[in-house]
């Protein structure tokens, strides 16, 4: 069965800390894998998008990385602020293009305290 | 940001009763699609739209249908509401290559409703 599994489910950090969010998945057969910044009340924005021939990949103080022979993916967060307090979505598409495919995990809540 | 309006962004009904959410796109693209979001569970695909008046079932498709006669715009109802179907809508769109659907999923704000 396809599954996008998160951890941890929730984490609290200092502001200007840095964290790590993993994302394991059983999905195949593989495409890319996203993640996705959803602040709360609003709807998820991509942060990134990794085929598999791609380590990783970095947006601004995220970088994502991803392990194609283990199927693990991590999102980590550098120097964080407040405004990184939100969810973060783990997306696996199981399908070349089809995003009637796409699996996405529960999420990690993240709270960023001053 | 992506130009999707999803309206009403909050409801309130009783079971028993039908409900339509809206999702009003300004960007042209051709797939749309309708998520709920529920608490300890991924997004889940109720329904898509690949064009106008093409529409396929999602994985939570049950007692839900929709509509899209124009590009612009994509239909969700709940025939008779149950409070099983209390949960954030969201509306999200993509280009797409040939039939394929690439690049970048865009969402909505979200729709809340409440089945009392």
């Known amino acids: 069965k396809n599954q996008v599994e998160q951890s941890p489910q929730s984490l609290i950090i200092l502001e200007g800390k840095n964290c790590t969010l993993q994302c394991n998945y059983t999905v195949s057969p593989f495409s890319n894998l996203r993640w996705y910044k959803q602040d709360t009340g609003r709807g998820p924005v991509s942060l990134t998008i990794m085929t598999f021939s791609e380590n990783t990949k970095s947006n601004g103080r995220y970088t994502a990385t991803l392990d194609a022979d283990t199927k693990q993916s991590s999102l980590h967060i550098t120097a964080s602020q407040l405004s990184d307090s939100a969810s973060y979505i783990c997306v696996v598409s199981a399908d070349p293009g089809g995003y009637n495919k796409l699996i996405f995990g529960a999420g990690t809540r993240l709270a960023v305290h001053p | ?116």
């Open chain 2, 1 to 116: 940001d992506a130009g999707i309006t999803q309206s009403p962004r909050h409801k309130v009904t009783e079971t028993g009763t039908p409900v339509t959410l809206r999702c009003h796109q300004t960007e042209n693209h051709r797939y749309m699609y309708w998520y709920r979001q529920d608490p300890g569970h991924g997004l889940r695909l109720i329904h898509y739209s690949y064009g106008v008046k093409d529409t396929d079932k999602g994985e939570v498709s049950d007692g839900y249908s929709v509509s899209r006669s124009k590009t612009e715009d994509f239909l969700l109802t709940l025939e008779s509401a149950t409070s099983s179907q209390t949960s954030v809508y969201f509306c999200a769109i993509s280009e797409s290559s040939g039939l394929r659907v690439t690049g970048e999923l865009f969402f909505g704000e979200g729709s809340r409703l409440t089945v009392l």
